[in-house]
């Protein structure tokens, strides 16, 4: 008797899993078990191959109703001797599979400093995943059965095709509906309330600045309480010690009404601190809850001896993923409001009493930094050098500017027109054949634009295409001294690059979404070099 007896549960109004499909979704669970761009979590690890687990059991599904004209062909013996070969292989090939990932999930710890996980995480992964992929196929069968239970009742008025199609959109339309009702309208107003609570909260251990050089200080245009979380973080930063006292300027939510005001009312911070009699100011698009890297200023600092403004602005209270997935827009108006009024009063100064004027923008902080750069009036003209860190795959710029790269050069370190105006730096991962040497001649208009990009940076190479096709960047992975090879398999390594997002910044220095001091050291003394 076979072990899934589809007949009896049928008559019960229940169906066991048809062995292609547990087979398929074990075949893709190994899958998803090989090495990706960072290591996991057991965590991530178990919902990144739940996930793969229930794709692969739907593809089993449709292989299973697509093979259906079939089964009057092959003998009933046969066709189930073969499945049970096939569920046999795929649940075998599952342990090697396990093996093998606890050694590459090693081999990659160790190449990044880390240490490696035990091999208990393996398994308990494992469980994870199950219960992940056992929750997903109980969704999915339940949009099945409404979708079933709607299409009876429209057969007798409809055609069967007709009356399916019609059910599943209902259905779909139905889970659209309720999902935003529960998770826009809800959830996302209670984390809205939450984020927005954690911006006003005022550590109790960080006073407002004594000096006048700071927003929120004596004198500032700013009340302390109205910086936010993030921006009294960045103006509490420690400064390097010796030079002259760095000044650094921030405006919060609640400082002024609208991303206008608020960009004049850091501009107007600027005049009050005299900044533009420093050597260079730096504006700062931050991430999407108004951080900013503090190794990125305080890199900065120290290379000018303190003789630097650093000026940003807070435009949203919710974390870049977030911002991202729901009003990108704004970064791009908040980037364009503040660079326009700053560049605005840099065109008001005579020529040769101007500072250097640099931007800087850190993962979807660099996404409002292009649009500014490319739209802003006068910007391309008055900006002497950008820094862009950890682009994310969509922007704009960056797309076009990889796209255009030299016949050869490797997309994990591209080389754009020899390098004379815009250069990519790969970190200390790409050996240095790979990288765009020489010194750095004047470009004949513009600033000097340089991006700072891991190869193990998911938000520099996540991308929607890893669904359907391979990327680029995976066939250069054998350029990077102790990483292990990758293999794209369809939805699978999207679902892996997309679970390295979550760790990508739980990574030491100099690796996934973390750039170090030494790296912006580097990057800041060639777009803002001291004495230009």
């Known amino acids: 008797m076979p072990i899934f007896h589809a007949g009896r549960w049928r008559a019960r109004g229940r169906r066991l899993p048809h062995r292609v499909e547990v087979a398929v979704a074990l075949l893709a669970a190994g899958a998803s078990l090989a090495p990706s761009l960072l290591p996991k979590t057991v965590l991530v690890q178990g919902l990144v191959t739940g996930i793969a687990a229930a794709a692969g059991y739907g593809a089993g599904a449709l292989l299973v109703v697509l093979a259906s004209p079939l089964r009057q062909r092959v003998p009933a013996r046969l066709r189930d001797r073969c499945q049970r070969v096939l569920l046999a292989v795929a649940a075998l090939a599952l342990v090697p599979a396990a093996v093998a990932s606890h050694v590459w999930q090693r081999e990659l710890s160790a190449a990044l400093g880390m240490a490696g996980p035990s091999p208990a995480s393996v398994v308990a992964a494992l469980f994870v995943a199950a219960a992940v992929a056992a929750a997903l196929v109980l969704v999915g069968r339940a949009f099945r059965a ?11 008025l409809l055609p069967r095709m007709v009356a399916v199609t019609l059910a599943a959109v209902l259905v779909a339309g139905l889970v659209v509906t309720v999902g935003d009702r529960l998770l826009r309208q809800r959830l996302f107003d209670a984390v809205d309330r939450s984020l927005r609570a954690a911006n006003l909260e005022a550590a109790p251990e960080r006073p407002a600045p004594p000096t006048p050089l700071r927003s929120g200080g004596p004198g500032s245009l700013v009340a302390w309480e109205d910086l936010g979380r993030f921006g009294r973080e960045f103006v509490s930063l420690p400064a390097v010690r010796g030079g002259v006292p760095p000044i650094r300027v921030y405006a919060g939510l609640r400082s002024a009404a609208d991303l206008r005001q608020r960009a004049e009312l850091v501009v107007a911070e600027l005049e009050r601190t005299g900044a533009f009699q420093r050597g260079v100011v730096c504006v700062v698009v931050p ?51 503040l660079i326009d009024a700053v560049v605005r009063r840099f065109q008001a100064m005579p020529d040769g009493f101007r500072p250097q004027l640099v931007l800087y923008g850190e993962s979807l902080g660099s996404t409002g930094v292009e649009a500014a750069l490319l739209t802003v009036p006068g910007a391309w003209e008055e900006v002497d050098g950008v820094l862009l860190v950890g682009p994310p795959n969509t922007n704009p710029l960056w797309s076009r500017l990889v796209a255009r790269r030299e016949p050869g050069s490797p997309l994990l370190a591209p080389v754009v027109e020899g390098g004379r105006q815009v250069r990519f730096w790969p970190g200390p991962e790409i050996p240095d054949r790979h990288r765009t040497g020489g010194p750095w001649p004047e470009p004949a208009s513009g600033p000097r634009i340089l991006y700072l990009q891991h190869p193990s940076d998911p938000v520099v190479w996540w991308s929607p295409s890893l669904l359907w096709s391979p990327p680029p960047w995976l066939d250069e992975r054998e350029i990077i001294a102790g990483a292990p090879p990758l293999r794209w398999r369809p939805v699978v390594t999207f679902w892996q690059v997309t679970g390295d997002l979550l760790f990508a910044a739980g990574v030491p220095p100099g690796h996934g979404h973390r750039y170090r001091v030494r790296d912006l050291t580097a990057a800041w003394a060639v777009i803002a070099p001291v004495g230009r």
Not at 147 to 155: C, N, S
Not at 298 to 322: C, F, H, I, K, R
């Open 287 to 337: 991430t999407g809850s108004g951080g900013i890297n503090p190794d990125a200023v305080l890199a900065l600092e120290a290379l000018w001896d303190g003789d630097t403004a650093v000026a940003s602005m807070q435009y949203s209270y919710l974390p870049s993923v977030l911002a991202q997935l729901t009003d990108r827009e704004r970064t791009e108006t908040a980037a364009r409001a």
């Open 146 to 156: 409404a979708v079933r239970w709607i299409a009876g009742r429209l057969t007798p």
